[in-house]
């Protein structure tokens, strides 16, 4: 079961960090994605990270203001969102997949290959 929080309504240029939490025993041997979804659009793939969290991907409309990380330890993978913009307001899900060890970041970019969904965080960007 995965659990998304820290979503809310930020000035753009702000910043925000989203957490998903797990419950389980198996949450270091699960790839985590998050997905976002704006009004009227399909869900699009925003960032992954590897079992380890040695190796993650964006879309490239956040690279280099989002960051991805994981605490394998305390079941819970974070997001955090800087330089935020009007169009990164959102329902934000996060996502995971039991993996082996080779982590495909071009399968993490796809929502079917995913397991278990979270029930989604709003984010809102106002300008």
């Known amino acids: 079961q995965l659990q998304a929080s820290g979503g809310g309504l930020v000035q753009a240029g702000g910043s925000l960090r989203l957490s998903c939490a797990a419950s389980?025993?198996?949450?270091?041997?699960?790839?985590i994605g998050w997905f976002r979804q704006a009004p009227g659009k399909e869900r699009e793939f925003v960032a992954s990270?590897?079992?380890?969290?040695?190796?993650?991907a964006y879309v490239d409309s956040v690279k280099g203001r989002f960051t991805v990380s994981r605490d394998n330890a305390q079941n819970t993978v974070a997001l955090q969102m800087n330089s935020l913009k009007p169009e990164d307001t959102a329902v934000y899900y996060c996502?995971?997949?039991?993996?082996?060890?080779?982590?495909?970041?071009?399968?993490?970019?796809?929502?079917?290959?995913?397991?278990?969904w979270g029930q989604g965080t709003l984010v809102t960007v106002s300008s």
């Open positions: 996502a995971a997949y039991y993996s082996s060890l080779y982590y495909s970041i071009e399968s993490s970019k796809v929502s079917s290959t995913y397991d278990y």
């Open positions: 389980g025993r198996t949450f270091s041997t699960h790839v």
């Open positions: 990270i590897s079992r380890s969290g040695s190796s993650m």
